[in-house]
């Protein structure tokens, strides 16, 4: 069975730092694209990075430089390292195993969540 278990989220105040880790078992997702996705309450799931198979990565307009995937194949497990957070930062933050293109519509796995709650 393949499991996507995100972790790592929990409430801080604006400006800190979290970093979220995906832990992928019973599937090796060396060859495929790892993507962040994020939904607020009452709005529609987006984007928030990517980082493909050969570590290039990709970050959505919002994250303006805040946020830095990465991943560790040894490790089956892929991060998320969100610093600088704002309110508007507050969703639950989702990984996905992709297809090669940034979206979720796109994934092969996806994760259950992790809520980031950000306060003022």
């Known amino acids: 069975e393949v499991q996507l278990v995100e972790a790592g989220g929990g409430l801080v105040q604006a400006g800190g730092s979290l970093r979220l880790s995906c832990a992928v078992s019973g599937f090796t997702f060396d060859d495929y694209t790892i993507g962040w996705f994020r939904q607020a309450p009452g709005k529609e799931r987006e984007g928030v990075s990517c980082i493909s198979s050969q570590g290039s990565t990709y970050y959505f307009d919002s994250i303006q430089g805040r946020f830095t995937i990465s991943r560790d194949n040894a490790k089956n497990t892929a991060y998320l390292q969100m610093n600088s957070l704002k309110p508007e930062d507050t969703a639950v933050y989702y990984c996905?195993?992709?297809?090669?293109?940034?979206?979720?519509?796109?994934?092969?796995?996806g994760g259950q969540g992790t809520q980031v709650t950000v306060s003022s």
């Open positions: 996905a195993v992709l297809r090669g293109v940034c979206s979720w519509q796109h994934r092969v796995y």
